[in-house]
């Protein structure tokens, strides 16, 4: 079985010999050659650099045995062709936060083919050159109320209270903005997808910091709407939420293919939950690559004995590799994967 059948099956719950792997944020600082890459490059010209993009996208592969590739970009980088001022610092800043239903109409609608077009080129580079190894590529997007809680709040936060206040405060302005960042995710995945992308994953970072009742209010819908809206013909849905443990049962009712968890929650009950409706991706806390071989080939034995009661599994972390990550550690995890179809 080639790497991009058992990663597609995977995420369709179809049988495999043993879950694939990779893991988000596997292109970036831990690695000193992409950091060879990058230098002098600030990082919004990086996401635009096309040779740059897929080179980097591409070391994963023979670095650390990553077993799909996700192409290097930013949830930001569709937003700015929204007509949005934004740079980062290193996060994302955005010069006029929207708190207003005025600024929410001043954003533009545009075709991302053409206010982003060097995205479906690094797309199609790389999904010519993936053909040759048989392993898939996936694209990503940033999940709306994620944009929203940048765009409102004008930077990153702990609590984003500016956007939680405007739930209460002015709920009209902020299910307008949701809206057409909705209406932009969608067309941003299909167009990936047209350009080469075999799975496109939705990144919800902030939507763990609702309730039960409010994830279902703002953010299940937007949810439902891109996974009926994607071409999942042609390219399975991943959605991520982190820190979701509580909204588990909402992620499912979204109906993805896949629900990507992090390692907060008990996977074998989440995995229970999922059972025959989604497959489940996950979830080693990126720390746990710090530790030893032995203790890291554990952990994935764990983690893949618990993935069993879903319809299936794609072995990842619970959230990307941070900075200070070893190698040595990724390259474990990949190994530990591969080491499960003996046993």
Request: proline share 6%; with cysteine.
């Amino acid at each position: 079985m080639n790497r991009t059948d058992r990663f597609l099956r995977a995420c369709r719950g179809e049988p495999v010999d043993r879950p694939p792997v990779w893991l988000m944020r596997q292109a970036g600082r831990y690695l000193p050659e992409y950091r060879r890459v990058r230098e002098g490059v600030a990082f919004l010209e990086m996401c635009r650099d096309v040779d740059r993009a897929v080179e980097v996208s591409l070391q994963p592969l023979e670095l650390v045995g990553s077993e799909a590739v996700i192409f290097f970009s930013d949830i930001f980088v569709p937003v700015a062709g929204m007509g949005v001022d934004l740079d980062f610092r290193p996060g994302p800043v955005v010069a006029d936060p929207i708190r207003s239903l005025d600024a929410v109409e001043k954003l533009s609608d545009p075709d991302p083919r053409e206010s982003v077009p060097f995205v479906f080129e690094i797309l199609r580079n790389l999904r010519a050159e993936l053909e040759k190894h048989e392993v898939p590529l996936l694209g990503f997007a940033g999940a709306p109320f994620t944009l929203a809680c940048y765009l409102v709040e004008g930077h990153g936060s702990r609590h984003f209270s500016v956007l939680k206040r405007m739930m209460y405060r002015e709920p009209a302005v902020l299910r307008e903005l949701l809206g057409r960042l909705t209406d932009m995710t969608v067309a941003y995945l299909n167009a990936q997808i047209e350009a080469g992308a075999q799975a496109v994953q939705l990144f919800d970072t902030w939507a763990g910091l609702l309730t039960p009742e409010d994830y279902r209010a703002w953010v299940l819908p937007c949810h439902q709407r891109i996974a009926a809206a994607v071409d999942r013909e042609r390219a399975p849905l991943i959605l991520y939420v982190q820190a979701g443990g509580h909204v588990v049962d909402g992620m499912i009712e979204a109906g993805p293919d896949v629900i990507s968890l992090d390692w907060r929650l008990d996977f074998a009950e989440a995995a229970r939950r999922a059972g025959s409706r989604v497959s489940v991706q996950g979830n080693l806390d990126p720390t746990a690559l710090h530790a030893s071989r032995e203790e890291i080939f554990r952990r994935v034995r764990g983690i893949a004995e618990a993935g069993k009661a879903a319809r299936g599994h794609v072995l990842n972390l619970g959230h990307g590799c941070h900075p200070d990550t070893p190698a040595d550690g990724v390259r474990a995890f990949t190994d530990a994967a591969r080491a499960l179809a003996t046993g």
